[in-house]
């Protein structure tokens, strides 16, 4: 039985320093991994209430920090130094931030406002042992609410606290995970969320001064509710929801009369709901096969408008609230975080965020080929093919299968800096889609729920068979590579299937359901019931003992990499140390990196660096012949 160690690892050598981030010259060929970890841009944001500003979230420091810059195109200010933020939200006044920020990636923030100026900044909430979740600003920006496991350590309650005075006050005792969502304009209601299974929830209004829950959607088969935005007159809200459907549509509800509408109802998911120009402007996107397509209604005419031609990728949007403005974050194969502010009502696009690809050449960046193909049980399934560019003295590509995390995810034609790298060495890569992910339906994304679990991984064994059909790639040179939930696949496929792939890249995957939801963080708990059955019932217990990747461990017989944060609050890091123990009790090769400050995932430039040039040097060597050779 391998030993647990949980913080104390007695291998220093697993134990990885930070590596600076140098580079050659811009270039040389092939392109070192390093520059496609410098690209960056934008990784959220957020147009200011009166839509004068743009706030967002950059890296180029090293580590994730709060930028703003006029929409006009001003010069950027940087507002947080030092330690890393984890998230922001404008103030109603368009003058502060709400900033949060947590301990080396424990995910238990707390809040500070600061000015636009940078020159002022104060604690609202200070860190504690409870988790956070922030759900909004009170109209008149004196007010938050948020979500917290304050109580207990365990359930998600409601609360309610005071800008200045800091007075909190307990609005709601919840169980397991109850989430404010949107509050409504007058002050009156606070939209409330509690969790079902990982793509579902039920829908309350809690009433603010009587503390008094109503329940508004707790559908029978369980459904999703969100990216609300209010009325201003306060009389009703827009949401996405696939209630009674497969796909999310955008509805409306009435305060009045507790009736749903829908406005729109493609078959494909709708996301992004947001207002603009005072309640006049309805703005959303729908996810076509990956990509965002923007879309818009002038509420007062009833007439669709002309959206503008923007780079392809995954959309997010911001909108003022009183001015007719639009921010959208694009991530696209070309963009690593662009920010473009559409202004509605004189039709004209802005760019005041402009991401930068550190000296790669656009024209090596691949927009990825999207592939359907049936599992062995009938199912359909997809994902996104990135193939290097043709080469006539190369006639098959090795491949990387890349397994997204959730699992209640789904890999979209965003900037993906490491898939990026693999195709410019000469590899194609295959991020799949397999049963479970969201994008396909609700029914699909449920496909993989209890039971069902090891369908999913079988899903990978049959992607293998799929890419095999194509010739131009070489599945006998063949890694999978994933993180979180991705890297949990990740464990179990190579232990359940060997032989399959040649090479795994597991990173803050699980290893031992059993352990691992039993010790999950408070927010995962409730949705785990769900999405892998109740680990408190004996049933699920005898289930997960024999199917958890830590019962095939000593099937792993290909090299493998694996990567945890020490301070993992979601996938505790014992379940990585454990896994690791019983591969190399066999004496399998495994090179571990157990990264001491770094939680869920790699934040600081320099652990990620670190990592990411032994990716590199871990499948040059293990994907024969050498990645280099294919370039000569």
Do not use: C
Not at 326 to 355: E, L, M
């Amino acid at each position: 039985m391998p030993n647990v160690f949980g913080e104390d690892w007695p291998y220093p050598d697993d134990i990885p320093e930070p590596m600076e981030a140098s580079v050659g010259l811009a270039g040389q060929t092939p392109t070192e991994i390093v520059r496609y970890l410098m690209a960056d841009g934008a990784a959220s944001a957020k147009l200011s209430p009166d839509g004068e500003m743009v706030a967002y979230q950059w890296s180029v420091s090293g580590a994730p920090q709060l930028w703003v810059i006029d929409a006009e195109l001003s010069y950027p200010r940087q507002l947080t130094f030092g330690q890393g933020i984890t998230f922001y939200e404008w103030s109603p006044n368009s003058k502060e931030l709400l900033v949060a920020r947590d301990t080396a990636g424990n995910e238990k923030e707390g809040y500070y406002l600061i000015t636009t100026d940078g020159t002022q900044e104060r604690e609202i909430l200070p860190p504690s042992g409870a988790f956070r979740s922030f759900g909004a600003f009170s109209t008149d920006g004196t007010q938050i609410i948020y979500s917290s496991t304050e109580r207990n350590g365990t359930d998600f309650d409601v609360f309610k606290t005071a800008i200045h005075s800091h007075a909190t006050e307990l609005l709601l005792e919840g169980s397991f995970g109850f989430y404010t969502s949107a509050w409504q304009p007058n002050n009156g209601v606070i939209l409330v969320s509690e969790t079902v299974g990982e793509d579902g929830n039920n829908l309350f209004a809690l009433n603010v001064e009587e503390k008094t829950l109503s329940s508004l959607f707790e559908p029978e088969i369980s459904a999703n509710f969100s990216d609300f935005a209010w009325l201003p007159d306060s009389s009703g809200f827009y949401l996405a929801t696939n209630l009674d459907r497969e796909f999310n549509a955008l509805a409306f509800y009435s305060m009045a009369s507790g009736e749903v509408s829908f406005v729109s109802e493609p078959q494909y998911d709708i996301s992004n709901i947001t207002l603009a120009g005072g309640g006049q402007f309805l703005i959303w996107t729908s996810n076509q096969d990956g990509y965002s397509i923007l879309h818009g209604i002038n509420l007062a005419t009833g007439k669709a408008l002309a959206t503008p031609e923007l780079i392809p990728g995954v959309y997010s949007l911001s909108a003022a609230v009183t001015a007719a403005k639009v921010a959208v974050k694009i991530s696209g194969p070309t963009s690593p975080g662009d920010v473009f502010v559409w202004d509605i009502a004189n039709n004209t696009i802005a760019n005041p965020v402009q991401s930068s690809l550190a000296g790669i050449d656009p024209a090596t960046l691949q927009a990825p080929k999207s592939l359907r193909y049936p599992a062995q049980d009938g199912v359909e399934l997809q994902g996104l093919l990135y193939e290097p560019v043709a080469d006539k003295t190369v006639s098959k590509y090795p491949v990387v299968v890349v397994v997204h995390g959730g699992p209640t995810a789904q890999s979209r034609p965003g900037f993906r800096r490491v898939e990026q790298y693999f195709v410019n060495q000469g590899v194609a890569v295959f991020s799949v889609n397999v049963r479970g992910s969201t994008g396909f339906g609700k029914t699909y994304a449920r496909l993989d729920n209890q039971e069902k679990r090891l369908d999913s991984v079988r899903d990978l064994v049959d992607t293998v068979a799929f890419l095999s059909t194509k010739e131009q790639l070489d599945t006998s040179r063949i890694a999978v590579m994933g993180g979180s939930y991705g890297g949990y696949m990740v464990n179990a496929v190579l232990g359940m299937y060997p032989g399959v792939f040649d090479a795994g890249i597991s990173m803050v995957g699980v290893s031992d359901w059993v352990r691992a939801l039993n010790e999950a963080s408070p927010g995962l708990k409730a949705s785990d019931r769900v999405e892998y059955g109740d680990i408190r019932e004996q049933k699920w217990i005898d289930f997960y003992t024999q199917n958890s990747p830590i019962a095939t461990a000593e099937n792993i017989n290909v090299p493998l990499l694996v990567m945890h944060g020490a301070n993992d609050p979601r996938d505790p890091v014992t379940e990585s140390d454990r896994l690791v123990e019983a591969v190399r009790s066999t004496g399998q090769q495994v090179r571990y990196m157990r990264f001491k400050d770094e939680g869920h995932s790699l934040k600081k430039r320099g652990n990620r660096v670190r990592f990411y040039t032994t990716v590199s040097s871990f499948l040059n060597e293990h994907l024969t012949p050498d990645l280099t050779e294919l370039d000569d």
